[in-house]
């Protein structure tokens, strides 16, 4: 007998699980109220994303797909439902970071370097601290959209800590970045630093296809 992959009774899903799952319904649900020309637009937009990703025939998505995809995106974030697809944008992270940690009164601080203004919304993901030869991780939590920038800098210190408390000296702290534009998502990006450490520049952001958990 298959093992169920329906959570058990009285299993409870994380807060950010039930958010997530709760904007995907309800953008599924208004795919049903669309006019004719609407859905028309929605599976144009469709075939266009199709061969810009390469997906196998049987893995191709569909007018109704692609709505659910970037509606339930902005319903993640509050913001209103796109009811004709949007061009898909021009990506401008590459420049982000690098992950920088300082002193701070309650311990290390965490800060996003930014040099330029960004278009649409970034959002922050973060792991557990680790072992600083760590080097694969691929269990994170939504931590919250990252902070306006003071200075060059975006401080995340007060989101990681809400969410894992303060990492312990030497430990490394993994955090994914991934920018959202009307809808649409980029790669998610990893930035990783070990506090404390000497000042110096960290790793450049490496654009990855791992999933983080919401």
Same mark, same amino acid.
Request: glycine share 10%; hydrophobic share 35%; net charge positive.
């Given at each position: 007998?298959?093992?169920?992959?329906?959570?058990?009774?009285?299993?409870?899903?994380?807060?950010?699980?039930?958010?997530?799952?709760?904007?995907?319904?309800?953008?599924?649900?208004?795919?049903?109220?669309?006019?004719?020309?609407?859905?028309?637009?929605?599976?144009?937009?469709?075939?266009?994303?199709?061969?810009?990703?390469?997906?196998?025939?049987?893995?191709?998505?569909?007018?109704?797909?692609?709505?659910?995809?970037?509606?339930?995106?902005?319903?993640?974030?509050?913001?209103?439902?796109?009811?004709? #697809?949007?061009? +898909?944008?021009?990506?401008?992270?590459?420049? $982000? %970071?690098? =992950?920088?940690?300082? @002193? /701070?009164?309650?311990?290390?601080?965490?800060?996003?370097?930014?040099?330029?203004?960004?278009?649409?919304?970034?959002?922050?993901?973060?792991?557990?601290?680790?072992? #600083?030869?760590? +080097?694969?991780?691929?269990?994170?939590?939504? $931590? %919250?959209? =990252?902070?306006?920038? @003071? /200075?060059?800098?975006?401080?995340?210190?007060?989101?990681?800590?809400?969410?894992?408390?303060?990492?312990?000296?030497?430990?490394?702290?993994?955090?994914?970045?991934?920018?959202?534009?009307?809808?649409?998502?980029?790669?998610?990006?990893?930035?990783?630093?070990?506090?404390?450490?000497?000042?110096?520049?960290?790793?450049?952001?490496?654009?990855?296809?791992?999933?983080?958990?919401?």
């Amino acid at each position: 007998m298959k093992k169920s992959h329906i959570p058990k009774r009285g299993k409870r899903c994380t807060a950010a699980q039930h958010h997530a799952w709760t904007s995907f319904g309800g953008a599924s649900w208004a795919w049903g109220k669309l006019t004719e020309d609407q859905y028309r637009a929605w599976d144009a937009a469709a075939k266009k994303e199709n061969r810009r990703r390469h997906l196998r025939r049987g893995h191709r998505l569909n007018g109704q797909n692609l709505f659910t995809e970037i509606n339930s995106h902005q319903r993640f974030l509050g913001l209103p439902p796109l009811l004709y #697809p949007p061009e +898909r944008p021009a990506f401008s992270m590459d420049s $982000l %970071g690098p =992950l920088m940690t300082g @002193d /701070g009164i309650g311990g290390a601080t965490l800060k996003i370097g930014v040099p330029k203004a960004l278009a649409g919304h970034v959002l922050v993901f973060g792991a557990r601290p680790c072992s #600083p030869g760590r +080097r694969y991780c691929d269990k994170f939590s939504y $931590l %919250g959209l =990252l902070p306006a920038a @003071d /200075g060059g800098a975006s401080d995340i210190t007060t989101q990681y800590y809400e969410k894992y408390g303060v990492p312990r000296p030497g430990s490394r702290v993994i955090i994914l970045t991934q920018q959202q534009v009307n809808g649409w998502r980029d790669m998610l990006m990893r930035l990783d630093v070990v506090v404390p450490l000497e000042q110096g520049p960290a790793a450049r952001p490496k654009r990855l296809r791992t999933t983080a958990e919401a």
